[in-house]
């Protein structure tokens, strides 16, 4: 069922259990290949958010190594609980992140501009740039290359094909946060019951990624519990209201999406801008 409405986002300014999921990450390179259990699964870069921001300059340049890992249209989901209806949002350049950049879930959504690094010989030429955001966690294990405390992207297929050449199958590579540019506005899915609403937000723009999120009813804040990805929960009593969301980035940009939801919202249904979207 797709309905839609349209939040007022405005920013103000600086102010558990995983479904388990079976990963496999595929490396070209025999060396390479591993298995690995990973909860949730399945995304893409998105365009601006309406009143996200335009998140951070880019960062300094460091360095890392990438592998990719699913099939030619790319892969969406894992550890970050984005679904196929993220797809269009996300597009097929996303990535895995090692344990030392997923920070326990909180770098989902985050973006990145990649390149081959030097001393390749599977560097497209030109070293060109490729950038993804942040979907799915990469376990250690195998060869070792996502044990901390390495930085290390195990990215979509199509996103390394970019860079580097299927044979290569593990390159060296530089990397930078950038700012995610979405676009339609934040969404949020609302799951669970009424003693128990889980929160699911996508399409954010800006740093992507979230520090903290609250929820407004009445005039009263209540702040959200992180559950794990793109997922916050609440036991507090949501249903027949409105509901208003504020949001605060990693960068400590702090965003509040008033009416999300409107006071008849359903469990199972995505809100964009007061507006139901799936």
Known sequence: MVALTHANEHHVANGQPHAKHDRA???????????????HRNLRPAPKAEGSGHGPEPGQW??????????????LGGACGY??????????????????????????????????GEGSEWCKPG??????????????????????????????????????????????????RVPC????????KITGN???????????GGTGDIAKVEVKVGVQWTALKHNYGDRWDTNA?????????????SDGKTMITEQAAPHD??????????????
Request: charged content about 25%; overall charge positive; hydrophobic content about 30%.
């Open 25 to 39: 990450h595929s490396h070209s390179h025999p060396k390479h290949k591993h298995e690995h259990k990973n909860p």
């Open 62 to 75: 460091k360095d890392a190594h990438a592998t990719f890992y699913g099939p030619p249209e790319g892969t």
């Open 83 to 116: 679904e196929d209806s993220d797809k269009k949002i996300y597009g097929p350049e996303t990535t895995a992140l090692s344990k030392a950049l997923f920070n326990d879930g909180m770098t989902c959504g985050a973006c990145f501009e990649i390149k081959c």
């Open 127 to 176: 070293h060109p740039t490729v950038h993804v955001t942040a979907t799915d966690f990469c376990p250690g294990g195998g060869e070792g290359w996502c044990d901390s405390p390495k930085e290390h992207f195990d990215m979509s297929q199509p996103a390394f094909l970019k860079i580097a050449e299927y044979k290569g199958g593990i390159v060296p590579v530089k990397y930078r």
């Open 181 to 188: 540019k979405r676009s339609g506005g934040i969404r949020f």
């Open 194 to 204: 009424p003693y128990f609403n889980m929160i699911g937000i996508t399409n954010m």
């Open 237 to 249: 009593d949501l249903v027949g209201k409105k509901l208003t969301f504020r949001i605060t980035t």
């Open 265 to 278: 919202w359903r469990f199972g249904q995505t809100y964009q801008g007061s507006r139901v979207v799936a």
